[in-house]
């Protein structure tokens, strides 16, 4: 459904790797979205497919495996749409993080599920200490950092563990694959300085499709 008033490339929207593996992923995520409401037992009922499609093989076509030059995240790193949800309320992509490269400590703004791939990955999650009044502002600590491992996987359920970052911690890229109730490199989220308290408005882009205008 295309109800937003913005002008975009239809062709961005749906499967923009079209493959049964993903199809499989996407058509039990719909069917979970219109069948449980709350979202930690959606979350949990989608473990199995989600698993399905990290332990598959050969579903991940080459150019999406690759670094991003121009990466609004910094360090070459990737953002690759696999499927989008016209109406914004689901996407799947890739991240390819080169190998030492680190995201920004950033939010999701939704529910999801993400897993490793290829490669290895270090996450650091953090907790929120401030009610979030101010804007610019953000107190954090540190609330655990786990190693990942490809067919390892993770849940987001804001607003608890929303916020984190993750480094690739193998020789070669790390390509992790994310499935989320929003369109998440063309929402505005927030991007986090934790040694200075800061908070600023982050849109990653895809590396694959452009966002809708503002
Ligand atoms: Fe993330």
Redesign the pocket.
């Known amino acids: 459904m295309c109800d937003n008033g913005h002008a975009h490339d239809h062709g961005s929207f749906g499967f923009l790797v079209d493959v049964p593996e993903i199809r499989q992923l996407i058509d039990e995520t719909a069917r979970q979205m219109a069948d449980v409401s709350d979202n930690a037992e959606r979350v949990e009922a989608l473990k199995p497919a989600f698993a399905r499609l990290l332990a598959a093989d050969g579903w991940l076509p080459d150019p999406i495996t690759r670094p991003d030059a121009t990466s609004k995240m910094g360090g070459g790193i990737g953002q690759y749409a696999l499927y989008r949800a016209e109406d914004g309320s689901l996407c799947l992509f890739a991240l390819v993080v080169p190998a030492d490269a680190a995201?920004p400590v950033?939010d999701?703004l939704a529910w999801g599920l993400?897993g490793v791939y290829r490669g290895e990955q270090d996450e650091t999650v953090y907790r929120r200490l401030d009610d979030g009044s101010n804007p610019s502002r953000a107190q954090l600590e540190i609330a655990k950092r786990q190693a990942l491992g490809p067919g390892d996987f993770y849940a987001l359920l804001p607003p608890t563990d929303d916020i984190?970052y993750?480094k690739t911690i193998s020789k070669t890229a790390s390509i992790s694959i994310h499935l989320l109730a929003n369109d998440t490199a063309c929402v505005w989220r927030h991007q986090f300085d934790p040694g200075l308290g800061t908070v600023k408005p982050f849109r990653s882009g895809y590396a694959n499709a452009p966002c809708p205008a503002d």
């Open positions: 995201t950033h999701h993400v984190h993750v």
